[in-house]
């Protein structure tokens, strides 16, 4: 049963869509959808998922394949079928209450699927809203929820490294049954959250706990400390609509201007490209390390231009190269900006230079000639 964690495609979002359903086919889901799955909730599911999935740059999904397994009906690759998958809100700064409001309006622009039982589900993730609000304010938070199996360790581990590399703190809000899996990896109760479904055409109360992780170093011990296989019955931890599997984000200090004055200074005498290269790399919303586009990188400028002697005024490339313990990692756009920036300021007359960034420094930041190695 080899599993294998790596990000999702847009190919994959059928088979997204499909994994809610069958991950959230007991507790609140048939209080939120009382007449059962219907075509026009599938077309809405999988139209709001692509959206979101094409237009969010806070967004990351992940998913795990199980090679053994033969691909199913809404699985696009071939190696295995997905098991599990996972979603990610990060965000490298802390919102303003004008950005919290636009993110609040553009999360119900498609509304409620047709038959869902909107009042139950207004509630409900009102008060979990309300919950985050009290304890982050404008900070962000987590939701990991797990497939069997094994596979929510590999999300966990991938999600809670992220949050560690970045050093920044987690938070979600976790079912009874999840609770006691997200203590053990670090998350600490803070509030409980009441929640009484026979309002709503339900037969019990179904709490959560908002609880809270602050980052740490212990990923990769928590990760080994944890890896017992889920219980069988548990399909997927805690409840959400059928917007998400997993929802993550990050909370940080506000990001600081960035400065790209020294860069620009090396420019003066050398390559014009460099910054131009830098912004055009970073702007790539899903950067992963390792990766063909992170590895190959980008190249602006022209060919060889020596009107200046020792100075290169044609091409720029930058790079990053390396190979995390969490396995793919992602580069947030401001901190891929910055830390190019970083390395410019430093490095040579036109800018060219390594710097090593991330946990451990297991990425590899790079600006080079277009055209040959590092100059020296």
């Known amino acids: 049963m080899p599993l294998v964690l790596s990000p999702m495609t847009e190919e994959d979002i059928p ?9 959230f086919d007991r507790g609140l889901m048939p209080l939120f959808y009382p007449n059962g799955r219907t075509p026009e909730i599938d077309k809405h599911t999988f139209r709001h998922n692509l959206k979101a999935f094409r237009t969010d740059p806070d ?21 295995g079928r997905i098991v599990s998958v996972s979603l990610w809100h990060v965000y490298d700064h802390d919102r303003t209450d004008e950005e919290m409001k636009k993110a609040e309006e553009k999360g119900k622009e498609d509304g409620f699927a047709p038959g869902a039982n909107v009042a139950m589900m207004e509630a409900f993730f009102g008060a979990l809203a309300a919950c985050k609000k009290e304890i982050l304010g404008n900070r962000a938070y987590i939701y990991p929820h797990h497939h069997r ?18 050093g920044l703190p987690a938070y979600l809000e976790g079912s009874e049954m999840g609770q006691p899996l997200y203590r053990r990896w670090g998350f600490e109760p803070l509030k409980v959250l009441p929640f009484d479904t026979t309002k709503y055409g339900g037969s019990r109360r179904q709490d959560h706990m908002c609880m809270l992780r602050p980052p740490t170093k212990q990923t990769a011990n928590l990760e080994q400390q944890n890896s017992n296989p889920d219980p069988p019955k548990m399909q997927l931890l805690n409840l959400l609509p059928i ?13 600081p201007p960035l400065d790209y004055g020294p ?12 910054v131009q290269a830098i ?16 590895w190959t990188g980008v190249k602006r400028g022209t060919e060889w231009a020596g009107n200046l002697p020792g100075k290169h005024l044609g091409t720029s490339r930058v790079r990053i190269d390396g190979f995390c313990s969490n396995g793919h990692s992602w580069v947030p756009q401001y901190w891929c900006k910055k830390q190019f920036l970083d390395v410019c300021a430093k490095g040579n007359y036109n800018g ?17 000639d277009g055209y040959g190695p590092i100059a020296q």
Not at 284 to 294: E, N
């Open 59 to 79: 967004q990351r999904y992940m998913k795990v394949i199980d090679t053994d397994l033969p691909p199913g009906d809404k699985d696009p690759q071939q190696e």
């Open 352 to 368: 060219f230079g390594e710097g090593f960034f991330g946990k451990n420094g297991c990425q590899k930041f790079i600006i080079e």
């Open 243 to 255: 917007l998400a599997l997993a929802t993550g984000t990050f909370a940080s200090p506000s990001a």
């Open 279 to 294: 912004n055009d790399f970073c702007s790539k919303r899903d950067i992963t390390v390792p990766s063909t586009y992170a």
């Open 149 to 166: 199996r094994g596979a929510g360790a590999l999300h966990l581990k991938w999600g809670l490294g992220l949050a560690d590399e970045l």
């Open 263 to 274: 860069c620009h200074q090396k420019m003066l005498g050398g390559s014009t490209h460099v």
């Open 15 to 23: 088979a997204y869509s499909e994994i809610l359903w069958s991950a």
